[in-house]
Protein backbone atom coordinates (compact mmCIF):
# COMPACT_ATOMS: atom_id res chain seq x y z
CA UNK A 1 0.00 0.00 0.00
CA UNK A 2 1.17 3.84 -0.34
CA UNK A 3 1.57 4.09 3.33
CA UNK A 4 4.03 1.28 3.71
CA UNK A 5 5.98 3.37 0.93
CA UNK A 6 5.46 6.38 2.75
CA UNK A 7 6.61 5.04 6.34
CA UNK A 8 9.84 3.07 4.36
CA UNK A 9 11.20 6.26 3.02
CA UNK A 10 10.49 7.77 6.21
CA UNK A 11 12.40 5.34 7.87
CA UNK A 12 15.11 5.35 5.02
CA UNK A 13 15.42 9.31 5.38
CA UNK A 14 15.86 9.02 9.03
CA UNK A 15 18.54 6.62 9.01
CA UNK A 16 19.99 8.50 5.85
CA UNK A 17 20.03 12.07 7.59
CA UNK A 18 21.61 9.86 11.27
CA UNK A 19 24.43 8.42 8.81
CA UNK A 20 24.93 12.13 7.10
CA UNK A 21 25.22 13.33 11.18
CA UNK A 22 27.91 10.49 12.28
CA UNK A 23 29.91 11.34 9.17
CA UNK A 24 29.85 15.47 10.23
CA UNK A 25 30.24 14.30 13.68
CA UNK A 26 33.03 11.98 12.94
CA UNK A 27 34.87 14.49 10.39
CA UNK A 28 34.30 17.79 12.84
CA UNK A 29 36.16 15.44 16.04
CA UNK A 30 38.30 14.23 13.40
CA UNK A 31 39.77 17.94 12.33
CA UNK A 32 39.50 18.81 16.03
CA UNK A 33 42.10 16.49 16.99
CA UNK A 34 44.15 16.44 13.69
CA UNK A 35 44.12 20.29 15.02
CA UNK A 36 45.23 19.51 18.10
CA UNK A 37 47.81 16.98 16.65
CA UNK A 38 49.32 19.74 14.86
CA UNK A 39 49.89 22.07 17.56
CA UNK A 40 51.72 19.65 19.29
CA UNK A 41 53.84 18.84 16.81
CA UNK A 42 54.52 22.38 16.21
CA UNK A 43 54.95 23.15 19.89
CA UNK A 44 57.23 20.27 20.39
CA UNK A 45 59.68 21.52 17.25
CA UNK A 46 59.57 24.93 18.83
CA UNK A 47 60.60 24.21 22.31
CA UNK A 48 63.94 22.69 20.52
Known amino acids: ?3 NV ?3 TDE ?3 VIN ?3 S ?3 YFNVTTCAFGRIFM ?3 T ?3 LKE
Do not use: G
Request: charged residues 15%; glycine residues 0%; hydrophobic residues 50%.
Open 1 to 3: SPS
Open 6 to 8: LML
Open 12 to 14: TRR
Open 18 to 20: IFI
Open 22 to 24: LIY
Open 39 to 41: YDL
Open 43 to 45: FAN
